[in-house]
């Protein structure tokens, strides 16, 4: 069975792998028919992702089929088409005793710190299974990026009449932004990129947009806020500066997200920005079992559209040919599908 490897950074190869065993007590055999390739497997491509280790076959953005289930599966069976929540908890630390199986202790994500998708079968356990019928194979795969957004904004719980900044339109600041505009707040969404704004003025519905870098930004935000500034903000960058930035665009008892992820230390003032306007401040990591199923039922009914969503697509023999290509953002790309079958 062939799988797609990342035997070390930029460095691409086609080898062959057993087929899986049959699948034991609640796990399930797949078949794998979409990936979604993200920042994550850019990232690994590039060698800019710390968590990653070689050689490694990518890809956590799975929509699947399944094949044959073991003993006690009870949520999936044969012929369901599923996402898969890609984050491999160990059901016994303190964290995942309380339910937060985002942020095990000892979490593995799939394609990350262990093999992946970027294959023909596999088995996997069925907990991590979320049965989609309704939905594409496309759709399946484009379900685990949404739900990063879908956590984020669960984080802020934004409400309806809120001004809400997002920074930040790549991926996951678009997923993001999915769900601030289902909780009724007002988007308003910040980046330096501006074919990254116009993207989402044309295609996300986004009315509010800031462009990032002429250090203009909060009087902008002021304009367009009445003077309040952000009742909450989503920093979806990567960027240690825009994320100590941030801060300032909150408005008075505001919450800051951060849902990108940066190596870099972050400084911002206290005294004059996060005490005078008593901030809060909130980490966000990977997703929860519910937004898994919240998103699938989401889309089944219309209201998160998925077109804007896959700009590329290419089939399993391709992949490593056209990969670099999707590493650069001026080609457009936001996500790129591959057709495993
Ligand atoms: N929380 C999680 O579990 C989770 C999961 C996946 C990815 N991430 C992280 O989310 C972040 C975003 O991922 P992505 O794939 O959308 O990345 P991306 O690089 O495609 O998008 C980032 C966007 O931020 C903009 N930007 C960068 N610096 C800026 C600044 N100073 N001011 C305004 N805009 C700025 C860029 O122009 C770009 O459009 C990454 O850090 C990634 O690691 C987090
Ligand atoms: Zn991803
Ligand atoms: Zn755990």
Not at 134 to 151: D, F, Y
Not at 184 to 210: H, P, S, W, Y
Not at 321 to 331: D, I
Request: charged content about 20%; hydrophobic content about 40%; glycine content about 10%.
């Amino acid at each position: 069975m062939k799988a797609l490897q990342l035997e070390k950074p930029q460095q691409w190869r086609t080898i062959d792998i057993p087929e899986p065993q049959q699948p034991g007590e609640g796990e399930a055999l797949v078949r794998v028919r979409r990936i979604g390739i993200c920042g994550t497997d850019i990232a690994g491509f590039l060698g800019k992702m710390p968590f990653f280790s070689y050689p490694r076959i990518p890809g956590h953005e799975l929509g699947v089929e399944v094949v044959a289930v073991g003993g006690g599966v009870t949520n999936v069976t044969t012929g369901d088409l599923c996402s898969v929540e890609p984050y491999m908890n160990c059901q016994e630390c303190y964290a995942c005793s309380r339910g937060h199986t985002n942020c095990c202790e000892r979490l593995k994500v799939l394609g990350v710190m262990m093999d992946g998708g970027m294959t023909e079968q596999m088995v996997l356990p069925a907990r991590k299974l979320h049965r989609a019928n309704k939905l594409s194979p496309e759709q399946c795969a484009l379900v685990e990026t949404l739900a990063i957004g879908c956590h984020a904004v669960n984080r802020g719980n934004p409400k309806a009449g809120e001004n809400v900044l997002v920074i930040g339109a790549g991926p996951i600041g678009l997923s993001v932004i999915e769900f601030v505009k289902l909780s009724g707040a007002r988007t308003i969404v910040m980046d330096m990129n501006e074919k990254r704004l116009e993207f989402c003025r044309e295609k996300m519905g986004v009315q509010e947009t800031i462009v990032a870098g002429d250090g203009k930004e909060s009087e902008a935000l002021g304009w367009v806020t009445a003077g309040r500034m952000a009742d909450l903000v989503i920093d979806a960058t990567g960027s240690n500066k825009s994320m100590g930035q941030a801060l300032n665009y909150a408005a008075f008892t505001g919450r800051v997200v951060y849902v990108g992820i940066t190596q870099q230390e972050i400084t911002f003032p206290h005294a004059p920005v996060m005490h005078r306007r008593e901030l809060t401040l909130m980490g966000s990591r990977n997703a929860l079992p519910p937004d898994f199923t919240r998103i699938i039922e989401l889309i089944e009914q219309g209201k998160i559209d998925t077109r804007p969503w896959i700009t590329h697509e290419t089939n399993f023999a391709n992949l490593i040919n056209m990969f670099e290509s999707y590493t650069k953002p001026e080609t457009g790309v936001i996500k790129a599908i591959v057709t495993v079958e």
